[in-house]
C-alpha cells in the first residue's frame, strides 16, 4: 500500500513540474515594454516633434501616449526603437507612455518630454491707432525671439522687428474700427488673447505727442504733430483757435504754427474727414506769457577764428532778443524772424568749441551741446577720443584740432600726459595721467599761446572697476537661495550680480569692498560670479558650484546564511527582525551551494515607526524562534549566521493490538524496514529534489536573462528543461530500482 502510494506522489510531483517548465516558458515570453531615453526631449506645445524612443519590449507596439494624449504616427522600427509625432499638449514635462499587448511602460527620468511654451505680450505702446493704419507699434511682453508674424485682429501687420526676446516692433495694417487682438507668433505657436494686447482702431486721427509744447501767448511757434491718421487734415487748432499754417508731413506727423492765444495749457487737435483727434496729455501745449528760451540748433556749425560766418539759430523764445552769444562774446544780431527763428553774424574768436547762447529781457538761454559753434584756426581742440579713462592712466588718447604744430605740453586737468606725439597739424596722441575722479580739460600748449577750454576738450577719469577677491560659501544648492559673500573692492555703486550669466535672486551692496547675494535656481555645475559696476564687470576666479541634492540612503540589508544545529536550514525558512514585538522586516531563505541564504531589508522609518534607524539594535527569529541578534547599517552588508537547537519530536506511541494471532513480520531487509516503503519514500524524495533544482534554477536563469537583456531569455527555457529532465531521470532510476 505505502508502495503504491509513493509511485502517485511520484507521478504528481511529475506532472507538477511539467505544468512549471510551461509557467515559467509563458511568463518568459511576455515582458512589457520599457523606456530609457528620447530624442528629442522637448518640442513646442502645438505639437508635430518627431520623437525617436529607446528602450526594449516595444515588439507589438499599439500605440504612445505624450501625457495621456495619443501621438500620432507611430512606427515600429525594432524591438529597441519606435518613432511617434508628438500632439499638442499645454506646456510642461509630461511621461511618454508606450504600450504593446502584453502592458505599458512605467513612467521613468528618460521618459519625460518637455511641452516649451509660446511667446506672451503683456503691454502695448501706443494702444489705438487710426483705421488706415500705419501705426508703429511696440509690443512688449516674453519669448518673442524667432517670432515670424504679428497680427491685429487675424490681419498681418508689416515691418516686424524683434529687438530681443521682450521687445518688438511692428506696423498696424489697415483694420474697420473697434478694439482687436495683437497676436505674436513663433513658428505656429501664439500669444493668445489675452487683455494686455487688445489694440483699438479709431475712427480719426491720433495725436502722441507734440514738440515743442510750449509758446508765447503771441503765437508763431512751429510746432510738430506726432500720431496718426494725419492724411486729409483739415484743421489743426489750439485750445480752439485754428492754426494758420497747416503742412502734413505724412500721414504720422504735420507741422502747425501756433496762433496767438491768452495763457493757458490747451488741447493741439488735428481734423481729417474722419473725425477729430481726442484731447489727451499728450497734445497739451502751453501758452505762457514769456516763452521759455532754447537754442535747438545753429546752421552752420562752425567758422574761422575771424568771425564773421552767417548763422541761423533755431529754438524757442526768441521774441525780442536783445543779444546772442558766442563763447561769451557777442554776434552781430542781423533779424529775428519769428520766435523760434533768428540770424545772427558770428564774433572773432580764439579756435575752439563754444556755446551760443540768446538773451531777451526774459533771460537767457542755457548751454545745450545742440547750440555749440567751433571757431576753426590758430590753436584748437575740436574733439578727443575716448573722452574717458581710469584714474590709474595709461588711456591712449587722440586729439583732433588744429595748430598742432610745435605743441610742447598736452594736460589732463593741469597733469602733464605722460607721453605725447604730434602726429600732423589736426592730431596728437598723448597718453592720459593719473587723476582723481571727474572731468577735467585737456589743454594743448604752444609757445606763447594754449587752446581754449571747451565743451570739445572735457576728459572724464573714472573710478578703477571692480575687483572680486573670495566667495564664501563655495557652493550651495541646484534650487538656489544660498547667501554668498562676495569679497574684493570697488562694489559701490554695483548695478547687477549674476551666477554664470543668471542674475543673483537679490543683492545688497554692504560697502565698497563686500557684497551679499542669494543664488538664483541653477543647473547642477560651476558658475562664474559676475559684479557690474557703472565702471565695469568683474569675475571671480573661483567658480560656485552648484549641487544635486544627494540621494536618499538606502536601508539597512542582512545579507547571511542560516543553519538549525550545523545543517542547512530548507528553502523557505522564514526569517525575520524584530525591535521588541515589531517586525521590521522578513524573509525566506533560499539554498545557493549547499548554503541556507537569506536577504532581509529594514524598512524606512516613515513606514513602520521604530524601524529602520541606523545602528538599531535588532533580534533575528527563524521559524518564529529568536536565534541572533544584528544591527542595522546603512550603505553596509551585515553577515549574521544563525544556529539554533530544534528539540527532537516526542516519540510516536505504540498502538496497542487487538488479541489474535499475530502477523507475519514485513519485510524490512536486512535494516529491518519495509523496503518497497523505502523504495517508494525514496522516489517522492528524489523527484522533490528534481523540483527544487528547477524551482532554483529558473529563478536564477531569469535573474541572469534580465541582467543581460533580451537575447538571454532562452536561458529561462533551457533552465526550465534542464530541471524537467532531471526529474525525468530520477523518476527512471527509481523505477529501475523498483
Do not use: K
Request: proline residues 8%.
Amino acid at each position: 500500500m505505502i508502495q503504491r502510494a509513493a509511485w502517485l506522489w511520484a507521478v504528481v510531483a511529475l506532472a507538477a513540474a511539467l505544468t512549471m517548465a510551461a509557467s515559467v516558458q509563458r511568463a518568459d515570453a511576455l515582458v512589457g515594454p520599457s523606456v530609457t531615453s528620447l530624442s528629442p526631449n522637448s518640442g513646442p506645445v502645438i505639437g508635430g516633434t518627431v520623437v525617436t524612443i529607446e528602450g526594449s519590449g516595444f515588439t507589438g507596439v499599439t500605440g504612445v501616449t505624450f501625457g495621456g494624449v495619443p501621438g500620432t504616427g507611430v512606427t515600429f522600427v525594432n524591438d529597441t526603437h519606435v518613432m511617434v509625432m508628438s500632439p499638442a499638449h499645454a506646456a510642461g514635462a509630461v511621461p511618454i507612455v508606450v504600450t504593446t499587448n502584453v502592458g505599458s511602460s512605467g513612467a521613468t527620468e528618460g521618459s519625460q518630454f518637455t511641452y516649451q511654451g509660446g511667446p506672451v505680450v503683456t503691454s502695448l505702446i501706443p494702444v489705438s491707432g487710426p483705421t488706415s493704419g500705419g501705426t508703429f507699434v511696440n509690443v512688449y511682453g516674453s519669448g518673442f525671439t524667432g517670432a515670424t508674424s504679428v497680427t491685429f485682429g487675424g490681419v498681418p501687420g508689416s515691418g516686424l522687428t524683434v529687438l530681443d526676446d521682450t521687445h518688438l516692433s511692428v506696423v498696424a495694417p489697415p483694420h474697420a474700427a473697434g478694439p482687436v487682438y495683437v497676436t505674436v507668433y513663433v513658428n505656429l505657436v501664439s500669444s493668445g488673447a489675452v487683455p494686455a494686447s487688445v489694440y483699438t482702431y479709431t475712427g480719426g486721427p491720433v495725436v502722441t505727442s507734440i514738440s515743442p509744447n510750449f509758446g508765447p501767448s503771441s503765437g508763431g511757434t512751429v510746432v510738430t504733430v506726432n500720431g496718426a491718421g494725419f492724411t486729409g487734415t483739415t484743421a489743426v487748432t489750439f485750445g480752439g483757435v485754428s492754426s494758420a499754417s497747416v503742412t502734413v508731413l505724412n500721414d504720422f506727423q504735420l507741422l502747425a504754427v501756433a496762433p496767438p492765444h491768452f495763457p493757458a495749457t490747451v488741447d493741439i487737435q488735428v481734423t481729417t474727414v474722419s473725425g477729430t483727434s481726442a484731447p489727451t496729455v499728450a497734445d497739451l501745449f502751453n501758452y505762457s506769457g514769456i516763452g521759455p528760451i532754447a537754442v535747438y540748433s545753429v546752421i552752420p556749425a562752425s567758422g574761422p577764428v575771424t568771425g564773421g560766418t552767417l548763422v541761423t539759430v533755431t529754438g524757442t523764445g526768441f521774441t525780442n532778443a536783445s543779444s546772442v552769444t558766442f563763447g561769451g562774446v557777442a554776434g552781430a544780431l542781423v533779424q529775428i524772424f519769428n520766435d523760434t527763428q533768428l540770424q545772427v553774424y558770428s564774433p572773432a574768436h580764439a579756435a575752439g568749441s563754444y556755446y551760443v547762447q540768446v538773451t531777451s529781457p526774459f533771460g537767457t538761454s542755457p548751454a545745450t551741446a545742440a547750440g555749440t559753434f567751433t571757431f576753426t584756426g590758430g590753436l584748437a581742440i575740436y574733439s578727443i577720443s575716448p573722452a574717458s579713462g581710469p584714474t590709474t592712466g595709461g588711456t591712449l588718447v587722440t586729439i583732433t584740432g588744429t595748430g598742432f604744430l610745435g605743441v610742447t605740453s598736452v594736460s589732463f586737468g593741469g597733469v602733464a600726459a605722460n607721453s605725447f606725439t604730434i602726429l600732423n597739424d589736426g592730431q596728437i596722441q598723448a597718453y592720459s595721467p593719473p587723476h582723481s575722479a571727474g572731468a577735467v580739460t585737456v589743454v594743448v600748449t604752444a609757445p606763447g599761446v594754449s587752446s581754449a577750454a571747451s565743451p570739445a576738450d572735457s576728459f572724464t577719469y573714472t573710478a578703477a572697476g571692480p575687483v572680486i577677491g573670495a566667495i564664501s560659501p563655495a557652493s550651495g544648492p541646484a534650487a538656489g537661495g544660498t547667501v554668498v559673500t562676495i569679497t574684493g573692492s570697488g562694489f559701490t555703486g554695483a548695478t547687477a550680480v549674476s551666477f554664470g550669466g543668471v542674475a543673483a535672486a537679490s543683492f545688497t551692496v554692504v560697502n565698497d569692498t563686500q557684497i551679499t547675494a542669494t543664488s538664483p535656481s541653477r543647473a547642477a555645475g560651476n558658475a562664474t560670479i559676475t559684479v557690474t559696476t557703472p565702471s565695469g564687470s568683474a569675475s571671480s576666479a573661483a567658480a560656485f558650484s552648484f549641487t544635486s541634492p544627494a540621494p536618499s540612503e538606502p536601508p539597512g540589508r542582512f545579507v547571511g546564511s542560516v543553519t538549525i544545529d550545523g545543517v542547512a536550514a530548507p528553502s523557505g525558512t522564514q526569517v525575520q527582525a524584530r525591535i521588541g514585538s515589531v517586525v521590521c522586516g522578513a524573509s525566506t531563505t533560499f539554498t545557493q551551494s549547499g548554503v541556507a541564504r537569506y536577504v532581509l531589508d529594514s524598512p524606512a522609518a516613515s513606514e513602520t515607526p521604530g524601524c529602520g534607524a541606523d545602528g538599531a539594535a535588532v533580534t533575528l527569529y527563524v521559524n518564529g524562534t529568536a536565534g541572533g541578534t544584528g544591527v542595522w547599517r546603512n550603505y553596509q552588508l551585515n553577515e549574521v549566521n544563525l544556529a539554533i537547537g530544534v528539540a527532537q519530536p516526542a516519540p510516536t506511541p505504540t498502538p496497542t493490538r487487538p488479541p489474535g494471532p499475530t502477523p507475519a513480520p514485513p519485510n524490512t531487509g536486512s535494516g529491518g524496514y519495509d523496503a518497497n516503503a523505502l523504495a517508494g519514500l525514496g522516489l517522492v524524495l528524489s523527484v522533490l529534489g528534481g523540483l527544487a533544482v528547477l524551482a532554483l534554477g529558473v529563478p536564477a536563469a531569469r535573474r541572469q536573462a534580465m541582467v543581460a537583456g533580451p537575447g538571454s531569455r532562452s536561458m529561462v527555457g533551457r533552465a526550465a528543461g534542464a530541471g524537467l529532465e532531471a526529474v525525468r531521470r530520477i523518476v527512471r532510476m527509481a523505477i529501475r530500482r523498483g
